[in-house]
């Protein structure tokens, strides 16, 4: 049974920082492409970041690039987003997914985890 499983989430100040994690189990890394999502109230969830594991190459959102760094630990089936140079504006819950395509868009993954509230406020 695939699952996945976030958590890191926390409340921090503008500026701060914040690790998210998730961990998988029922597969392994190799077998899917993870993508981090988010999704703030009131607005659509958005793509934040993704891994591709065929091409071990990295995507990002305009909006995070240079702040934010999506990795994965396959050893411990574990991925990570490293969340720098924090503004409000990246408050949201915070997931990750699965899926066959590495991506920001959302209807392509098929497995999601519950999500990991993250608030940036002063």
């Known amino acids: 049974q695939v699952q996945l499983v976030e958590s890191g989430g926390g409340l921090v100040q503008p500026g701060g920082s914040l690790r998210l994690s998730c961990a998988a189990s029922?597969?392994?890394?190799?077998?899917?492409?993870i993508g981090w999502f988010r999704q703030a109230p009131g607005k659509e969830r958005e793509g934040v970041s993704c891994?591709?594991?065929?091409?071990?190459?990295?995507y990002y959102a305009d909006s995070v690039k240079g702040r934010f760094t999506i990795s994965r630990d396959n050893a411990k089936n574990m991925v990570y987003l490293q969340m720098d140079s924090l503004k409000p504006e990246d408050t949201a819950i915070y997931y990750c997914?699965?899926?066959?395509?590495?991506?920001?868009?959302?209807?392509?993954?098929?497995?999601w985890g519950q999500g990991t509230q993250v608030t940036v406020s002063s």
């Open positions: 997914a699965a899926g066959l395509v590495a991506t920001l868009t959302v209807g392509l993954y098929d497995y």
């Open positions: 029922g597969f392994t890394l190799d077998d899917f492409d």
């Open positions: 891994f591709s594991s065929t091409y071990g190459t990295t």
